[in-house]
């Protein structure tokens, strides 16, 4: 079976760094790339940073400068280190593996974790 679990959240002051992880488990062939979306209470989810599989990255304009994102091919697992938090930054963080390819079975476009809550406190 297969699961995505992301671990690291938690409560930080405002100018405070956070680092969450991400793995994917279970008879995976393939991940096209790894991603981080987040969600508050007031928005839509969106997409704080991509990685693909040869490395090339990208991130919402919000946290340029700011996160950074990587991931290991070979063992599934991506984090992203957050600096500069800000109260704003507050959410839920969710890892997503993008392009993920069963061993055998389908493709999902997207598989989500459960989410890992972070709270940056003024």
């Known amino acids: 079976q297969v699961q995505v679990v992301e671990s690291g959240g938690g409560l930080v002051q405002s100018g405070g760094s956070l680092r969450l992880s991400c793995a994917a488990t279970?008879?995976?062939?393939?991940?096209?790339?790894m991603a981080w979306d987040r969600e508050t209470p007031e928005g839509p989810r969106e997409e704080v940073a991509r990685?693909?599989?040869?490395?090339?990255?990208t991130y919402a304009d919000f946290v340029k400068g700011r996160f950074t994102i990587g991931r290991d091919n070979a063992k599934n697992t991506a984090f992203l280190q957050m600096d500069s938090l800000e109260p704003e930054d507050t959410a839920v963080y969710y890892c997503?593996?993008?392009?993920?390819?069963?061993?055998?079975?389908?493709?999902?476009?997207?598989?989500w974790g459960q989410g890992t809550q972070v709270t940056v406190s003024s």
């Open positions: 990685i693909t599989s040869d490395g090339f990255t």
């Open positions: 279970g008879p995976i062939s393939s991940i096209s790339a």
């Open positions: 997503k593996a993008v392009g993920l390819q069963v061993i055998d079975g389908i493709l999902f476009n997207g598989y």
